[in-house]
């Protein structure tokens, strides 16, 4: 896939399933009105903050390696023709996932709303599902070798204190056609 049709791509995408998950769903729930809350400090919803910001910057990163690293967009139906493994992906597997996890949380604690948290619980179910029974299984698939070293290093979820530094063994994408 060309750069310029990836970017396009990935800017719906962008646009269409982070905007629903992060923005629209809590917009539902919160109409973005930050409530009183007795539970938490000011400083607990400036953190909040930073959590959201942080999602964001990684989510949009990770999005940009998918284009011009991989060679295809984060979307399930025009994935990335080589494996990405530069940048936060040599900590955790799944930094975009990750990343929009701490979006919702910083939301349900933003604005101090209980249903947020739920539903942030509940993406996290959804999105551990969809990583262990479709993307593991076609990533492994289509990157072979090259997928499993890269699995034996960095785990699905829980970052590494260092990055991971091993050579790419430059494998080429198995026929994902027969």
């Known amino acids: 896939m060309r750069r310029s049709s990836a970017s396009l791509v990935t800017a719906v995408f962008l646009l269409v399933v982070p905007g629903i998950v992060v923005g629209f769903v809590p917009w539902l729930m919160t109409s973005w009105r930050?409530?009183?809350?007795?539970?938490?400090?000011?400083?607990?919803?400036?953190?909040?903050?930073?959590?959201?910001?942080?999602?964001?910057?990684?989510?949009?990163?990770?999005?940009?390696?998918?284009?011009?690293e991989g060679y295809g967009t984060p979307a399930p139906p025009l994935p990335p023709q080589f494996l990405v493994v530069t940048g936060l992906y040599r900590y955790v597997r799944n930094p975009m996932y990750v990343s929009v996890l701490l979006f919702l949380l910083g939301e349900g604690v933003l604005f101090a709303s209980p249903g947020v948290l739920v539903y942030a619980a509940c993406a996290w179910l959804a999105t551990h599902l969809f990583v262990c029974f479709y993307e593991e299984p076609t990533l492994r698939r289509k990157f072979g070798a090259e997928y499993e070293h890269y699995c034996a290093h960095v785990h699905r979820w829980l970052p590494r204190r260092t990055p991971w530094n091993q050579p790419r063994l430059h494998f080429k994408p198995r026929n994902t056609t027969n």
């Open 34 to 68: 930050i409530a009183p809350a007795r539970w938490d400090p000011i400083p607990l919803r400036y953190a909040s903050a930073g959590l959201m910001a942080i999602g964001a910057i990684v989510v949009l990163d990770s999005f940009r390696r998918f284009v011009w």
